[in-house]
């Protein structure tokens, strides 16, 4: 079976400060990964994906996620925080085509003056 | 940029009474699913469909709930008698069938049973 793990609901970060979102993934077979978006009242936005090709994937709004199988890790960056970035963010794993995917619990942005 | 649209956005029904969310998809993509989220939880996995008929369905997806394609652009989720329980947001995605294709998210239905 496979799961997501999001350590931290919650996180705070000033206005220009690195963002280190975590994910920790459990997969028996190669996974798919994802980081989606959600700002209040809204669907799911993909951030990116990572489906085997390179291990760092770059997304939209200045974020990048670096696949590590040996940590089992897919942890979301970005070097600047802005106001904007404030929303919740979703991991998630799926097998594929047609595969559901499997979310995390989700984390909390908060951005900072 | 094309988008998958969900209807209505809030759907306020009486417990007991049946309800059917309502999704169009991306037009060009094959593959059709529901998640649900209830307030303050992750979101889930209902339910997948492709060629007229469910890949996969979760514990959740019990024979209260159903889903079509009625025509080519429409996909929906149907559930005979709601339970107070079935309050969350419901959101509808879609894929291509290429194999390292994201899932597209709707911006979801809110349904509220009193």
């Known amino acids: 079976a496979q799961s997501v793990t999001q350590l931290g609901s919650h996180v705070s970060v000033s206005e220009g400060a690195l963002v280190l979102l975590r994910c920790n993934y459990s997969s028996s077979v190669p996974p798919y990964l994802f980081w989606y978006v959600q700002y209040p009242n809204q669907g799911l936005q993909l951030l990116l994906k990572y489906t085997s090709a390179a291990t760092l994937v770059k997304g939209i709004n200045g974020f990048e996620a670096e696949f590590k199988k040996s940590e089992t890790s897919f942890h979301l960056t970005k070097p600047s925080a802005h106001m904007s970035d404030a929303a919740e963010y979703f991991c998630a794993v799926s097998f594929g085509t047609a595969s559901k995917l499997t979310f995390g619990t989700g984390t909390r942005l908060q951005v900072t003056l | 940029e094309p988008e998958v649209t969900q209807t209505p956005s809030h759907q306020v029904t009486q417990m007991g009474q049946e309800v059917i969310l309502r999704c169009v998809p991306i037009s060009n993509h094959l593959y059709f699913y529901w998640y649900r989220q209830i307030l303050g939880q992750k979101v889930e996995f209902l339910v997948s469909f492709y060629n007229n008929e469910i890949s996969e369905k979760s514990e959740i997806f019990d024979d209260q709930f159903s889903v079509e394609r009625p025509d080519g652009s429409n996909f929906t989720l149907k559930i005979r008698s709601t339970k107070l329980e079935d309050s969350a947001m419901y959101f509808c995605?879609?894929?291509?069938?290429?194999?390292?294709?994201?899932?597209?998210f709707g911006d979801g239905t809110r349904l509220s049973i009193l």
């Open positions: 995605a879609s894929s291509d069938r290429e194999e390292d294709q994201p899932q597209h």
